[in-house]
């Protein structure tokens, strides 16, 4: 029972995190983000703006939330699926670049918000750094029982290697701002994705190589086949 009752706390906690979010986007394209406030995004939801502030700290946060929807931890899962036949690297760009890709997110209009003011700009950007502890685990379940610390420092990388796509896309697309509207380069963002994240890719072959030559070893200790 104790075990349920912590699964549907945290179920209602996403859903309120998750509604909150919706919440503060819908609002933001209404009225603009500045003409928007905390109890505002708090009242549309129907809770109190002390349980706003238990999971957003601003409101360009919670704006930002609603346009990643959990995004890191589908990198994860994605990585996590890929088959053993998909080298790691592979496995982890791909997986970055369909979850950065999808079709419709974020949406034009989130888009154009989030470009048109640095503040938000910010925010889209900082959460880039959440990919790393979900990415730790999945890389560490495909190495296995190496060093622990490859595999965060593995994840830190890409993590920082996906802010500095994410931060040259944003600011590439800001630019192209004009009186007829927004402009974004197709394919841009996944050219990018691709382009800063191939230096990482010896790295993390190298790593999974290892992994299975100790795990070779581990088995046959001798050497033998």
């Known amino acids: 029972m104790t075990t349920r009752r912590t699964g549907l706390r945290e179920q209602k906690k996403q859903a309120t995190r998750e509604a909150l979010s919706a919440a503060a986007l819908r609002l933001a394209l209404e009225r603009g983000p500045d003409n928007v406030r905390v109890d505002d995004i ?54 970055i670049v369909d979850q950065y890709t999808a079709p419709g997110v974020p949406s034009r209009e989130a888009l154009l918000l989030i470009t048109a003011r640095p503040a938000l700009r910010e925010a889209f950007v900082d959460t880039t750094s959440a990919i790393e502890h979900p990415l730790t685990d ?25 802010r500095v796509a994410v931060e040259q896309w944003l600011r590439t697309t800001a630019a192209s701002f004009t009186a007829g509207g927004l402009v974004v380069p197709s394919g841009s963002l996944p050219d990018l994705l691709r382009t800063m994240l191939a230096p990482l890719a010896p790295a993390l072959d190298a790593a999974e190589q290892r992994a299975r030559q100790e795990r070779c070893r581990v088995t046959t200790p001798d050497g033998s086949k």
């Open 42 to 95: 708090a009242e549309a939801v129907g809770v109190s703006s002390r349980t706003y502030n238990n999971y957003f700290s601003s409101r360009e946060q919670a704006i930002v939330a609603a346009v990643n929807s959990e995004r890191e931890a589908r990198i994860a899962a994605a990585v996590a699926d890929r088959p053993d036949s998909v080298g790691l690297a592979a496995a982890v760009i791909e997986a």
């Open 138 to 162: 999945a890389i560490a379940r495909r190495l296995g029982d190496i060093d622990p610390n490859t595999a965060r420092v593995l994840a830190a990388s890409v993590a920082a290697a996906v």
